[in-house]
C-alpha cells in the first residue's frame, strides 16, 4: 500500500524548488497525492477495510489543509500545481 522509495525519489525529484527539498507544500502535496491514489486502489479491491480507509480520510485532510494554505500564500503555483496533479476536473 505505500508508494516504493522509487517512486517518492521521483516525485520529489519533479516538484522539488531546489535541491534536498523534501519539505515544500508542492512537493509534500505531491507525495500525499501519490499515497491517495495507491490507496484509493487498494480500496477497490478490498470494500471491508475501514482502518486503512481511516488512514486515507487523515491523508486527504492533510492534503487538503495544505492546499488551501498554499492557496492562500501563492496562488499562481496553487493554480500550477493543481492542474499538474490533476485534482479538479
Known sequence: MAISVE????II????RKKGDTGSSE????????RINDLTIHFKTHLKDTHSRRGLL???SRRRRLLD???RTNLELYRSLITRLSLRK
Open 13 to 16: 525529484k519533479e516538484y522539488q
Open 27 to 34: 512537493t509534500q502535496i505531491a507525495i500525499l497525492t501519490a
Open 58 to 60: 487523515q491523508l486527504v
Open 69 to 71: 494554505y498554499l492557496q
Open 7 to 10: 517512486q517518492k525519489a521521483g
